[in-house]
């Protein structure tokens, strides 16, 4: 069995009726149970069907994000979750090379780096490199005033705690980010590249290994060892070609926002929802969720 689940977002919810019960008789699927109000609604199905991603490109025009996922199994244990441009708005990197006057060359590289364009390794070595000299002084300028949180990640992260899963936060980024974000939202543990510094000021150098796909695919690995858990029981969330190891690894790997060729990997797409729509996924009702 599988359950289709229609979503939109949040800030501006449009889910019509007519169109969830449309689909539903279409595909034969069962009564239809509204998760949220015009936000959020979901039908099981015995199978997937044909036209799956025809439909799929069909609502996307009206603003609707469709996944099919099996019906067993959703609520998931642990959460694992990309840092920059997922629990974030922001690339922490691109707002530091904003401030030493390199913005433009950095959000460039940035861009390609995710999209899977460029190696990310080198990518964040030249990146890193066009800091050297940028007092330390200014990561805590820019966590204050050019830093903000993805809408529903705070609710994301209370309510999956308080049915006893696990959050990691695992970023391409750097520490002196993930470590401010982790607390501020409830992470359990947090992992990431560290700034190297010398004298109150960046060295232009990042510490080594440099963690990338493969280490965020290890996170998951040793996390879910340690905890007693397995892939399946993870919900992993990211937007960037260094997030696809762990999505695609993850027994729920969902691509929010994502680059173009990140999400055509990637069968849970995300487009219009915030991050409370993967509790949508995961079976929970608006009604459940844990405010904040």
């Not at 939202?185 to 990338?212: H, Q, S, W």
């Not at 487009?271 to 949508?280: H, P, Q, S």
Request: contains cysteine.
């Amino acid at each position: 069995m599988f359950v289709c689940t229609l979503l939109t977002d949040p800030a501006a919810p449009s889910l019509d009726p007519v169109l969830v019960d449309s689909l539903r008789n279409a595909w034969g699927g069962g009564d239809a149970q509204w998760l949220a109000p015009d936000e959020a609604a979901a039908f099981s199905l015995t199978s997937i069907p044909d036209n799956r991603w025809d439909v799929w490109a069909d609502v996307q025009g009206l603003g609707v994000d469709l996944v099919i996922l099996p019906l067993a199994g959703r609520r998931k244990a642990m959460l694992l979750a990309d840092m920059d441009s997922t629990m974030i708005q922001q690339e922490c990197i691109d707002e530091l090379a904003d401030v030493a006057g390199v913005g433009a060359r950095v959000k460039d590289i940035t861009a390609r780096a995710m999209n899977g364009e460029l190696d990310f390794e080198a990518a964040i070595r030249e990146r890193v490199g066009l800091l050297k000299d940028l007092p330390e002084t200014v990561i805590g300028e820019v966590l204050a005033t050019r830093i903000s949180y993805m809408p529903g990640g705070a609710t994301l992260l209370a309510t999956m705690k308080a049915h006893g899963a696990y959050a990691a936060l695992v970023s391409g980024g750097f520490t002196a980010f993930t470590a401010s974000v982790a607390d501020a939202l409830g992470f359990d543990e947090n992992r990431a590249n560290t700034l190297l510094a010398d004298g109150g000021v960046l060295t232009g150098e990042v510490g080594t290994p440099i963690l990338g796909q493969q280490a965020k695919v290890d996170a998951l690995d040793e996390i879910t060892d340690r905890l007693g858990l397995e892939a399946s029981d993870v919900l992993a969330v990211g937007d960037g070609a260094n997030d696809l190891g762990m999505l695609q690894r993850a027994g729920m790997g969902v691509a929010l926002h994502a680059k173009p060729s990140v999400a055509a990997q990637c069968d849970v797409r995300i487009n219009f929802g915030d991050l409370t729509a993967l509790l949508y996924l995961q079976s929970y009702a608006r009604s459940e969720f844990v405010s904040v």
